[in-house]
């Protein structure tokens, strides 16, 4: 099983360039899409923070192995580096939708209230 893994020179039949390709796109259109919808929704920048970098990032570094397993580059194309590259793809999307689910109505509910019911009373100090 090591040596399957920690092969430095795979194979070069691998027939899911397309496949990763379109997936490796997609997580970075979704970072970027994600991106833009923060600046216009401070609930959701309060919510997922970091998701986006991460899935542009992610989209990034899957494209950039395949073009390593593509061109056959010893140590850089191994299946090792690829099975962590999907575990921390699937981490990062499985954090942003449990982010989103978990924090998205509680920051919604909190930025739209009215102005009184956010401060609560306010005290002063100045005597009348």
């Not at 496949?19 to 959701?44: D, H, Q, S, V, Y």
């Not at 090792?80 to 920051?107: D, P, S, T, W």
């Not at 401060?119 to 100045?126: D, E, L, M, P, Q």
Request: proline share 4%; net charge positive.
């Amino acid at each position: 099983m090591s040596s399957y893994l920690f092969t430095p020179i795979p194979g070069s039949h691998f027939e899911y360039y397309t496949a990763f390709l379109i997936a490796a796109a997609a997580l970075f259109l979704a970072g970027f899409i994600l991106n833009r919808m923060m600046t216009k929704n401070k609930a959701l920048k309060k919510s997922i923070k970091n998701t986006p970098k991460l899935l542009t990032w992610s989209g990034i570094l899957l494209a950039l192995f395949l073009a390593f397993r593509y061109e056959r580059i010893p140590y850089f194309s191994m299946r090792f580096i690829f099975f962590v590259l999907l575990a921390l793809i699937a981490l990062a999307v499985v954090r942003g939708i449990y982010l989103y689910v978990k924090r998205y109505k509680k920051e919604a509910q909190y930025i739209h209230r009215p102005e009184s019911t956010t401060r609560g009373a306010i005290y002063s100090t100045k005597k009348k």
